[in-house]
């Protein structure tokens, strides 16, 4: 069982955790991590000599978790006790510690998609742009004040910042040409504390869904959130969706990327999946 040691809200439930498995016929063995290095690395360490990996945390740990999980091929049992919990969103897990533990013991294996920018995994969405400047604004201040509602807050602080870019968008032997705000690749369903990233969109599906928002003011866009809030993005004109099993995405300039809600790389970008790759404990939709 890998906790957050960073995470207030994952070390103090570290206890109640172990005792909801222990409940359920589930022994865990924690591994306290510092750091995202050290996420992956106990992993690996451990992960032979145990059943499976269950990871307590925010979409940051999952995603820390990545590179572990594919090497040791183990199944991963989801503990959401972070801000978003998108992950856990997209597979039906709630951000309740005894329910979660519950469906880790008594769950079915489902493979998964993982997405790669640049090598780098990610879960839920890598994207440039609008949302490296909102995960400047979220602050763990900000989180620990307004919770989830922090994403909202500190969206209308980037926004007011923000300038278009030029973006080259490549995939299935077609170049896209975009002045954007923000371009946002999906592998799942939600990000950013609950908006879809396509509302057809699945993390078994195979593909990869990317949007681009043009330039927009900001009462325009107050129009639009329930749009993006809900991954309807066909009724603007100011959003291009594209879906592929791949994307390359350059710019003028190298420009940082945010992966599951972490700075982890930056342009010139390869986008790619790697079909069910992960396999998760998800609810069992039988009981």
Known sequence: MIVNAKSRSGADAAERIEASLRSHGVEPERASSDSREAVAEAIVERAAAHDLVVVAGGDGTMNAAAPGLLTVRKPLGLIPVGTANDLART????????????????????????????????????????????????????????????????????????????????????????????????????????????????????????????????????????????????????????????????TRRPRRINADGEILTQTPATFRILPRAIEVIAPNTDH
């Open 91 to 250: 597979l039906g897990v709630p951000p309740d510690v005894e329910k979660s533990a519950r469906i880790v013991a008594e769950g079915r294996p489902r493979p998964i998609d993982v997405g790669l920018v640049n090598d780098v995994p990610f879960f839920n969405v890598a994207s440039l742009g609008l949302s490296v400047e909102l995960a400047h604004e979220l602050t763990s201040e900000l989180k620990s004040r307004f919770g989830r509602f922090g994403y909202a807050v500190a969206a209308m602080r980037a926004l007011s910042r923000m300038k278009p870019f030029r973006a080259h968008v490549r995939t299935e032997g077609r170049t896209v040409r975009l002045l954007t705000l923000q371009i946002a690749v999906g592998n799942g369903v939600f990000y950013g504390g609950g908006n879809m990233i396509e509302e057809n969109a699945a993390i078994d599906d195979g593909r990869l869904d990317l949007y681009s928002l043009g330039f927009v003011r900001a009462w325009r866009l107050a129009l639009m959130l329930k749009a993006l809030r809900f991954g309807q993005h066909g009724s603007w004109k100011e959003i291009r969706s594209m879906r592929g099993e791949a994307f390359e995405v350059r």
